[in-house]
């Protein structure tokens, strides 16, 4: 077999007979063999396989080595056939190439220090990264790392602000994948969203697929949806795995991407919050002490870099951000000239309203002038904006520029086909600028509740040109009641070949009551193929009595992939009284892929009485998939009686990732005084992922008295990874007083993120007059960040009137830095006031009257 499908490759068919027969000789299987040598299944079922790809060097050195097999001959056939299998083309390795090829700072880690010119003249020049200290985010991506030595693909996602660290935490995860031969694919050209829409399928497995800055990927307004549907499936077909999928956002694009829709509401980022749900990882924006302990000893080690940036980051332990050149750039804005600051400004206000990456020169240029003052704008020089671009051209620390200018990529091929008709825009004419990531979030903070000046508005209208910056300034003019800009920009956007643009003017026109030119322009938009358009005149036509005529709009929308008008409809008939209209218009809803609408004709007749009829609309949206009617009809069916019936449905819905009707279930069952089969229950659920029946269940035990059966049920939950079951369960065992317990269980529950564990014990000691314990739990606590229970143990202190003990806990409090919690700081502030009232020195001393 392997000469038939290796005849091409005489060296690889010869190494793998070598394999094959050694793997005879030890009579191993293959999952066997991957466990002594150290490798996933995946990677040495294809060292066996006939039209597998060549292994790497390393799984070839690892197989010889448990297969007693001469090293160096098998690393020669290996050699010799990944040569040949490059020069005939054979090797199909999807899009990407090796870890090891990639340069960080290709991949957008953020430069620091200067570039250095390798020995020699003529040498390349390269860009040093400092050392690097690693973070809590950073033990939850070597998990994912080891999981693919399992075969199971996994997503992380970063978010953080800007210049915290995220791209390069991401960096550093992926290495051990390196040496194992991974790839990596960073989708960029000619735009991130498109090469990641037309490449997604080709992934193949031990690839790393890297979404630097997700939101160009799941936020693009056209194929967002369609990128997050990709990953999904790549994620979950296990032949294509295992992958890894890292990506980063900002905290706002998080935010956005998550939040729940409101009810009736669109739902524009379904996929991508589906796709979201428990795979974000928080980076936060400073370094905590443990860090900076760390980054200390790297600095004292050798690393400059990382030396002069805590020579500057202080206490706050924002290193990540100097060392990306933060706080020169904040220095060089506070410090621009009159033209610069107002540049930089109209930049910052453009990016934070929604304009793109690429600002055109012209539009900054006019923009900046309503920026100035009198006397400023009256001292302008003929070439003021040739100079003001000039100085903020120049680079700070980490190789950045406050303003600085760019080449956007020119496509290199066809752009995807769009569904929608809307037309694309020509690159603006002259050069762009792009304002620096930090000075951008700087913006978005400083700037937030402020209105640019009439000439921002007006550059905006005349010398802009892509109609999604054109629409997003309109609808920002929107949201703050300028409603001429807003129809302004959207006209503009509409005359550019926006079909969003003619939305909008007629939901305006709507809105204002103009009715007729508000069908016109949706009409417009509808003939042109924009299903919002459809779904507009739908309503528009319910509305002014035209049934037929929103039946008929309804189902075009529907057509071209947008359900909602039919839900909608249906739902009105339903209120209407007519029942059959209504279950015919949701079952067309749910022909095209949406179910909500049987879902929610369903609750309408359950309150009305109808159960019944609740119930069958209930069945027909769970047969085409609806796990939240599974759900519903779950508790139907215990209700009326059916507790086989019900635990059957509950058991589909588990099976399909919704384990929320046997959770519900279990309570129920418990309400009745059916404990055991409330205890089966709820181990079901937890063995699909959720143990929190089980802590419900011990909740209710509790509250009878059964503290006994609680506690059982804590442990099971705790088993699961509960962490408030790992709370409740220590604060048991301290008052059991089973002190070594209580202190393991705190523990597991910190390495969660939970401190809540170790403050209750640290105080319940306190209470007890063990003091010196209650101080060592408040410094464990510590330093997984919380020091609020140093604090609390001061406040105690100073109650009680030992006011030594609570001077000295308060200043360890204060040099692990204040809690993040508003009312502790105000608090601690106001306990330090109390026992110091002249204050600390800068050396920590409290300063003497």
Not at 266 to 276: A, G, K, M, Q
Not at 756 to 771: I, N, P, W, Y
Request: with cysteine; hydrophobic share 40%; charged share 25%.
């Amino acid at each position: 077999m392997h000469d038939e499908q290796d005849g091409d490759n005489p060296a690889l068919a010869e190494l793998r007979r070598r394999l094959g027969a050694g793997l005879n000789r030890k009579r191993l299987d293959k999952k066997a063999l991957a466990g002594l040598a150290g490798l996933s299944r995946t990677t040495v079922s294809e060292a066996f396989q006939a039209d597998g790809p060549v292994p790497s060097q390393r799984t070839v050195e690892e197989l010889a080595r448990v297969l007693k097999l001469p090293v160096q001959e098998l690393l020669t056939l290996q050699k010799d056939a990944a040569a040949a299998a490059k020069g005939g083309g054979r090797e199909q390795p999807g899009p990407g190439r090796p870890i090891v090829e990639w340069e960080p700072h290709e991949l957008e880690v953020h430069p620091a220090g200067p570039e250095q010119t390798a020995s020699g003249s003529g040498g390349s020049r390269s860009r040093a990264l400092p050392g690097y200290v690693k973070r809590d985010h950073d033990r939850v991506l070597a998990e994912a790392v080891q999981d693919m030595a399992a075969d199971r693909s996994r997503i992380v996602v970063l978010v953080g602000t800007s210049s915290t660290g995220k791209s390069r935490a991401c960096w550093e995860a992926v290495q051990p994948l390196g040496d194992q031969g991974w790839r990596l694919w960073h989708p960029f050209d000619p735009t991130r969203a498109e090469a990641a829409l037309e490449d997604l399928h080709r992934v193949r497995p031990r690839t790393v697929v890297w979404l630097n800055e997700a939101q160009h990927y799941l936020g693009d307004r056209v194929v967002g949806e369609r990128i997050a549907a990709a990953v999904h499936h790549l994620l979950v077909s296990p032949e294509r795995g295992p992958v890894l999928v890292l990506g980063t956002l900002w905290p706002e694009y998080a935010h956005q991407y998550t939040a729940l829709p409101a009810p009736g509401g669109e739902d524009p980022h379904s996929r991508v919050r589906e796709l979201l749900s428990g795979h974000t990882l928080t980076v936060p924006d400073a370094f905590d002490a443990d860090a900076l302990a760390a980054a200390t000893a790297v600095a004292e080690g050798g690393d400059r870099l990382l030396a002069d940036a805590l020579t500057r980051a202080g206490t706050d332990g924002r290193v990540t951000q100097d060392l990306a050149g933060v706080p020169e750039l904040l220095n060089r804005y506070q410090h621009a000239s009159p033209a610069a600051t107002a540049l930089l400004e109209a930049a910052m206000d453009a990016r934070r309203l929604g304009v793109g990456l690429h600002l055109p020169q012209a539009f900054l240029t006019d923009a900046a002038t309503d920026y100035l003052t009198d006397t400023d704008y009256d001292q302008l020089t003929d070439d003021w904006a040739e100079r003001a671009f000039a100085e903020l051209a120049l680079l700070v620390h980490g190789k950045q520029a406050p303003l600085r200018r760019a080449t956007p990529r020119a496509p290199r091929h066809p752009s995807i086909p769009s569904t929608v008709a809307d037309t694309s825009a020509s690159p603006p004419a002259g050069p762009v600028f792009r304002l620096a990531d930090y000075l951008e979030q700087h913006g978005r903070t400083t700037r937030r509740h402020l209105f640019p000046p009439a000439s921002f508005w007006h550059a905006a209208h005349s010398r802009l040109t892509h109609p999604d910056d054109l629409n997003k300034l309109a609808q920002a003019a929107m949201n703050r009641h300028r409603l001429q800009w807003a129809n302004h920009l959207y006209c503009r956007a509409a005359d550019d070949g926006s079909l969003y643009a003619l939305y909008r003017l007629a939901v305006m026109r709507e809105e204002a009551g103009d009715r007729e030119g508000a069908e016109a322009l949706a009409r417009q938009a509808a003939d042109r193929g924009d299903t919002s358009a459809l779904h507009l005149l739908a309503v528009m036509r319910g509305k002014a009595g035209d049934r037929e005529g929103a039946e008929t709009l309804g189902r075009q929308a529907a057509a071209h992939g947008d359900s909602f008008p039919l839900h909608r409809l249906a739902v009105r008939r339903e209120e209407a009284g007519d029942r059959e209209e209504a279950e015919a218009l949701a079952h067309q809803a749910a022909a095209h892929g949406d179910t909500s609408a049987l879902h929610r004709l369903a609750v309408m007749r359950e309150e009305a009485g109808d159960r019944q009829g609740a119930e069958l609309l209930l069945r027909q949206a769970a047969r085409r998939g609806d796990l939240f009617a599974l759900h519903r009809l779950t508790v139907m069916r215990e209700k009326a009686g059916d507790g086989e019936g019900a635990e059957a449905l509950a058991h589909q819905a588990a099976a399909h990732g919704n384990t929320d009707a046997l959770h519900h279930l279990a309570v129920m069952r418990e309400e009745a005084g059916n404990r055991e089969e409330a205890e089966a229950l709820a181990r079901q659920a937890a063995a699909h992922g959720n143990s929190f029946a089980l802590h419900r269940l011990a909740v209710m035990r509790e509250e009878a008295g059964d503290r006994q059966g609680a506690e059982l049920l804590l442990r099971q939950a705790a088993v699961h990874g509960n962490i408030f079951a790992l709370f409740q369960l220590a604060v048991r065992r301290e008052e059991a007083g089973d002190r070594e317990e209580a202190e393991a269980l705190a523990h597991q529950a910190a390495v969660h993120g939970n401190t809540d564990t170790l403050f209750q014990l640290a105080v319940m000691r306190e209470e007890a007059g063990d003091r010196e314990e209650a101080e060592a739990l408040a410094h464990q606590a510590a330093a997984h960040g919380n020091t609020d229970t140093l604090f609390q143990l001061a406040v105690m202190r100073e109650e009680t009137g030992d006011r030594d003990g609570a001077e000295a806990l308060a200043l360890q409090c204060a040099n692990h830095g204040k809690s993040d919690k508003n009312s502790r700081r105000k608090a601690m502030q106001e306990l330090l006031n109390r026992m110091w009232p002249n204050g600390l020195d800068p050396d920590g001393t409290p300063t003497p009257p």
